[in-house]
Structure formats: structure tokens, C-alpha cells
């Protein structure tokens, strides 16, 4: 079946780098997507990349796709506290139904 | 340009209980999602809408879940009867059209956080 994996916490420390990462199972994924969840919010759209591109640069935020492997990552660079959320990796599969992971909440160390 | 408005914000039920949320979207939206989601884990889509049209509910538990946009723009959410499990997020989400798939881009709603007691 369609799955979508992350790891859970990911703790940086700031004006470091961060980077969360994703794995997905359907090769036939259109798109993935990253979303930021921050505490009682909705969903807010960072990024996405279409499947046949391998890299999309978005001002601090950069997105790498090994399809290959079907693996996805978000880097954050010069992570600020703001930037404290839970990150969601999302792929759209072949029936166009957004599969979500179960998010990796970020925390930032002064 | 104004976002998915969702209400109410929260909501807290005894089980056995109704419970309607409501969902506003993006304007010119044809899309229209409803997502589901539990605590500790990512939104799982429960019916999708294209103009007043149900695309996909095969994820919709249909004996205690429903929902309509019946005018093809506001639509409702309704639990009946609620059970403990139903606690959780739910998300209004709309896209622009692109066919019966619904719009590449997503944009979220704030959520009903609804509490079954």
C-alpha cells in the first residue's frame, strides 16, 4: 500500500541547517509536497516539486528529490525560531489523493 | 485574498452526539476537500468535491459521516453520532480546477478541533 515515512523530532540549533527527511512507496507519485503545521493552524503549503525534477531552491528552503530511491528532503537554511513546527512530506499519488506522513516536529536551540 | 474559513473553532461533544462543522473556501475554488486528522499523525482525506459533485468518499465512514456543498461553494460536515474515536482535526482544504483530479496546490483551512467526551 501507499505509505509515506518520517522520522519524528528533528532538534537544530539556530542559524543552523536543517534538514527533514522522507521516504514514499508509489513510484507513480506526480508530485510531493511539503506542508507546515504550526500549533492550532492548518496546514500551510511550503513547497512542492514535480516528480521529474531532482531539486527546487525556494528562497531558505530546498527541496531534493531522489526518485530513485523515492526519497524526499526539505533543507532549511539559517533556521530562525519561527521556523519551530511540525513539517508534513505529502506525495500525490497516481489517483491524484494526497497521502500525508505522520510529520516531524522541528524545535530550535538558541 | 481571503483563506479557507473554517467553524467553529473547536468543539466539544458527549458521544452519541451531532456535531456540523463548516467550510468556506478559497472563492473560485471548485475543489473542495474534507481531511481528517488524529492526533500525532497526518491529515487523511475523508471526501473530496468537485463543484457540488462528491469525486471521492471511499475513506468517508457513511453510517455516522456525511457532507454536501450544495451550492457548489460552503459545505458541511456532519457527525451522527459521534463516537470516542472521532476525536481529532478536521480540515477544510479547496483547490482551483484542473480537472476531476482538483488543483495541484492545496490550501488549508485552520481546523475544527472537535473533542468526543
Known amino acids: 500500500g501507499e505509505d509515506v515515512e518520517q522520522s519524528l523530532f528533528l532538534s537544530v540549533r539556530e542559524g543552523d541547517s536543517s534538514v527533514i527527511n522522507c521516504t514514499y512507496t508509489d513510484s507513480s507519485s506526480t508530485y510531493l509536497y511539503w506542508y507546515k503545521q504550526e500549533p492550532g493552524a492548518g496546514l500551510q503549503l511550503l513547497t512542492y516539486?514535480?516528480?521529474?525534477?531532482d531539486m527546487k531552491q525556494d528562497q531558505r528552503l530546498t527541496v531534493l528529490l531522489n526518485k530513485k530511491d523515492k526519497h524526499l528532503s526539505l533543507r532549511i537554511a539559517d533556521t530562525q525560531t519561527g521556523d519551530s513546527a511540525i513539517y508534513f512530506c505529502?506525495?500525490?499519488?497516481?489517483?491524484?489523493?494526497?497521502?500525508f506522513g505522520s510529520g516531524t516536529r522541528l524545535s530550535i536551540r538558541p | 485574498e481571503a483563506g479557507v474559513a473554517q467553524s467553529p473553532r473547536y468543539k466539544i461533544i458527549e458521544k452519541r452526539q451531532s456535531v456540523a462543522f463548516w467550510c468556506n473556501p478559497i472563492s473560485g475554488h471548485a475543489t473542495l476537500y474534507w481531511y481528517q486528522q488524529i492526533l500525532g499523525q497526518g491529515p487523511k482525506l475523508l471526501i473530496q468535491f468537485q463543484n457540488n459533485g462528491v469525486v471521492d468518499d471511499s475513506q468517508l465512514p457513511k453510517d455516522r459521516f456525511s457532507a454536501e456543498r450544495l451550492k457548489g461553494v460552503d459545505s458541511t460536515l456532519k457527525i451522527q453520532p459521534a463516537k470516542l474515536e472521532d476525536s481529532a482535526v478536521y480540515l477544510c482544504?479547496?483547490?482551483?480546477?484542473?480537472?476531476?483530479?482538483?488543483?495541484?496546490?492545496?490550501?488549508f483551512g485552520p481546523g475544527t478541533r472537535l473533542t468526543v467526551t
Open positions: 482544504a479547496s483547490s482551483s480546477y484542473e480537472g476531476l483530479a482538483g488543483g495541484v496546490e492545496q490550501y
Open positions: 505529502a506525495e500525490r499519488n497516481s489517483a491524484s489523493k494526497i497521502i
Open positions: 516539486i514535480f516528480s521529474n525534477m
